[in-house]
């Protein structure tokens, strides 16, 4: 196959697709989100799938209605996902708009505001803990490996105070305070490692 066939056999499959991203997706960011959301959804339903048919494979060419069960499975799961994500286009579509979004338990802090700071503590608690846990792991520390389940389950803990009618002015501070502890701890334990790396390097020379 050439180079010009190549180019317009993907320009015969993508050609329509890239014209209606261009001329319409593209200009708008939230049609850009909603995209790029379910193509995921897409290949997590196909990952699904075929981690529930890999224990079938391979199919025997004479066994028609294991294609058949194969066919209406795979259209069934694509579409339920279709479905789910139809459900969280309509939950998130008021983020888009030109109020803010509040809810009934946290009328003082925007939703989507409070869901960030959250993914935000996280994010910190989950990066910093794995360098504290991996090291704690090599150096069969039990203090660090203790430090670790027990931030995690404290951080968990306090997303539980955002039930509570304006409990999102607490528990997400409090959350964040918790992430900020592990950033000291992780250092304490980066600079102790590489100060024994230096050490043994010194003692090598």
Known sequence: MTVAAGLG??????GPALSLFAGVVARKPFLVL?????????LISLIVLSGIWRGFLPIKSGTWWAY???????VALQEGTRLVFWRLYNL????????TFYVERCSKMPFFLASALIALGFLVIHTFSMIIAFNAYGERKKSDQIFVPVVHL?????TLVNLAPGG??????????????TLPYCWRVACRRLTEHQHRQLNNN
Do not use: D, E, R
């Not at 998130?92 to 109020?99: H, I, S, W």
């Not at 404290?154 to 306090?158: E, F, R, Y």
């Open 92 to 99: 998130l579509t008021p983020a888009f708009g030109q109020a």
């Open 9 to 14: 056999y993907a320009l015969i499959a993508l």
């Open 154 to 158: 404290t951080a968990a803990v306090m």
């Open 34 to 42: 909603t995209l790029l959301s379910s193509t995921l959804f897409w």
């Open 168 to 181: 999102c002015l607490i528990g997400t501070p409090l959350l964040l305070v918790t992430a900020a502890l």
């Open 68 to 74: 058949a069960i194969l066919i209406i499975s795979s």
